[in-house]
């Protein structure tokens, strides 16, 4: 048995050029069918662990997937904003354990500014319930302190000490800077994983004073305030984004929800975490379900590549088949041999998928990380992906029963025979 799959390699090695395209074009359908799924399954991992431990994310009045996607991963903006007082009030509520203020609005450099309050560092939890740690340097203590995300530090080559200047508006080219009132770097925070590592938190305090002087999103006309006057002012924030909530008791939750649903000073809405990350999954079913149909499919047409490589090769080799039969090679033995071609060529394909797939994910890892916000994980093949790749094996071998069949019922003399 083993000669019969060497003589195979041999055979596939005589027929080098037909045999390697369709090695690469099985191992472009493979790489294609497991880089979708594991894009997929990674995105899903990385949204799942951007936010633990929080119980309700309070905002203005919108869709739950809207809410969570710019309250948590720093995607789109809100539709309006929440008053102080109304956060002062609903954050006063008995079951109310901790809350957690945000103001979004800013950026810098593409990096989004988020404004918060020191018990960010002390209850944010992110994956199993993990605590943010700083890298160096600590949290904002000064109105002007930043603490920068892990990939914010690494890309600007920021250090603790440096300066650095929020613009105005979250857009990637800002022509309006709060030049006048820049920051200091306070601490760096070590890499989550999640959106985290993408923001510059600054104190709700330093937002206020930075918009101290500013009127309908413009520098206010001869009412420039100096960092210093900043300083002896009252910087109360009078608006903020959203605030995370995680309540004393679970059996709260769905009291509390009504409460800010149901809030008469402004229209609010009060979200689960987990309940609008399964809406978001629901959206985005039917594109990945599109396109693991479009892959399988690629994987298809690979498969069917093969089949007619195979097919169309059999009357060249009519003769050489026969020589086999004639030194004492039997029909079964020849069947065998194509199989043999086929899984090779399987084989040979998924191992050339397999090493474009990982090839590709350290490519793309720095590009999904900039442009979407998560990591993708370059892990060994998991369980479902080793599934789908038998499947795909014995797809390929199952294809070459067709040639190794109509091999199997030529004749010795007909493939003797010369045909004019």
Known sequence: M?????LALKSLLNRRATAGLTVVSIALSVTLLLGVERIRTEAQDSFTSTISGTDLIIGARSSPV?????????????????????????????????????????????YRVMGTTADYFTHFRYGRKQRLEFDR?????????????????????????????????????????????PFVVAGVLKPTGTPVDRTIHVSLEGIEAIHIDWQSGMPAQGQTVSPEQT????????????????????????GVQRFVNEYRQEPLSAI?????????????????????????????VGMLGMLTALLTSLNERRREMAILRSIGARPLHIF?????????????????GILLLYGLL???????LSMFGFYLTIGPINAYEALLLGIIFLAGTTIGIVPGWRIYRYSLADGMTVRI
């Not at 083993?2 to 060497?6: G, L, M, R, S």
């Not at 789109?76 to 079951?95: D, F, L, R, T, V």
């Not at 203020?101 to 593409?110: A, C, F, N, R, T």
């Not at 975490?273 to 399988?296: D, H, N, R, Y």
């Open 336 to 352: 065998i041999l194509i199989i043999g071609e086929a899984m090779a060529i399987t084989l040979l394909g998924i191992g050339l």
């Open 272 to 300: 689960l975490p987990g309940v609008a990350l399964q809406q978001l999954w629901e959206i985005t079913g039917v594109a990945e379900k599109a396109l693991l149909a479009v892959s399988s499919f690629v994987v298809v």
């Open 231 to 254: 300083r002896t002012m009252d910087l109360s924030p009078r608006q903020i984004t959203a605030f995370l909530v995680k309540l004393s008791s679970p059996m709260a939750t769905f």
């Open 66 to 110: 809207q809410l969570l996607l710019y309250s948590v991963f720093r995607i789109g903006s809100a539709s309006n904003n929440i008053s102080w007082e109304s956060y002062q009030e609903i954050a006063a509520q008995p079951a109310i354990e901790w809350t957690i203020p945000i103001s979004l609005g800013d950026s810098h450099k593409g």
């Open 137 to 181: 340097g600590l949290p904002f203590a000064d109105l002007y302190d930043a603490v920068l995300g892990a990939e914010v530090a690494t890309q600007l080559a920021y250090a603790v000490g440096d300066p650095l200047i929020i613009a105005h508006g979250a857009g990637e080219v800002s022509f309006v800077e709060h030049g006048d009132k």
């Open 362 to 368: 350290m490519l793309a890892k720095p590009l999904v």
């Open 2 to 6: 083993t000669a019969i799959f060497t």
